[in-house]
């Protein structure tokens, strides 16, 4: 399993690399788009889909959300003299009104299972709010002051990928090695309270890290730290959602498309969190 895991990541590192950094606005959006409907797809067995026609109903319903927002919102107009506009500051907001609601479902899980377990719609909401969501952040970030730098947004992807990375890998071994109380036991049994702040650390570390050799200015470091802690948390909440509904349909991956890594699902799981609660941080910082 280790052996998959490490050659699957060593195809899907560059492969990333070239889709944040090389590819075109309107290509990068669709293949954005892409990986979201995949990931539409596990959903769709997370809802208790089983039947083909059903799932590709729901994949089908969350395309057409996409279209709509592209439609709105092509991938050049997000950003209007350097700001975001003002109405798709209102989805991200929603979107961080759901991790809020989120953490609560995950924090009460299993007593709260009736508040979404109850019927497919439900389940389907959440998981338009999951994902959704997440294809709008990558297209706001990669368009940032793309008319000026190229790969400025790319720059902008990658910290919220190293984000997500850092807060995994430093709760993976400060798990292992210092780990002692359970986290959300009914949700994740081996995820552990010292895991959790080794990831938050981690992340801070690679942000000051990154703030320092790109010569970020040192006054606004701090202001750096505290929201970074803030994403990592969440993005560990995006683990533990998709965990919990997971555990509730008895599946231990989300999909098998990824060699010794699962689902899609399972690979984006904590970015679906992350990357909108990153722009909106983002947001913030450029109208301070």
């Known amino acids: 399993m280790l052996k998959q895991r490490i050659l699957t990541s060593l195809v899907l590192a560059p492969l ?97 299972a009736k508040a979404w377990n109850e019927g497919i719609v439900m389940r389907a909401i959440a998981g338009f709010l999951t994902l959704v969501p997440l294809w709008l952040a990558l297209n706001t970030l990669r368009s940032a002051s793309y008319g000026e730098s190229t790969h400025f947004g790319s720059m902008l992807i990658l910290v919220v990928l190293g984000i997500v990375w850092s807060a995994d890998i430093g709760a993976y071994f400060t798990g292992k090695n210092l780990g002692k109380r359970k986290l959300m036991p009914k949700v994740s049994p081996n995820k552990t309270i010292e895991g959790l702040l080794g990831g938050v650390v981690a992340s801070v570390v690679f942000v000051l890290a990154f703030c320092h050799f790109t010569n970020v200015d040192m006054s606004v470091w701090p202001i750096y730290a505290v929201m970074t802690a803030f994403i990592a948390l969440f993005s560990a909440v995006g683990d533990l959602l998709e965990s919990m509904f997971k555990r509730e349909v008895g599946l231990k991956d989300s999909g098998s498309c990824l060699p010794g890594h699962g689902g899609i699902l399972d690979r984006i799981d904590s970015l679906t969190a992350a990357a909108p609660i990153f722009v909106l941080c983002y947001a913030w910082t450029l109208s301070l």
């Open 16 to 112: 990333a690399l070239i889709l944040v950094f090389y590819t075109p606005l309107t290509l990068f959006s669709y293949i954005a788009a892409g990986i979201v409907l995949l990931g539409a797809w596990e959903w769709s067995a997370f809802m208790g889909l089983c039947d083909k026609v059903k799932r590709f109903g729901f994949v089908a319903a969350t395309a057409a959300f996409l279209a709509l927002l592209n439609w709105h919102w092509p991938i050049e107009s997000l950003w209007q003299n350097g700001q975001l506009v003002g109405d798709a500051n209102y989805l991200f907001t929603l979107s961080f009104a759901w991790w809020i609601v989120a953490t609560y479902l995950v924090w009460r899980y299993p007593a709260m």
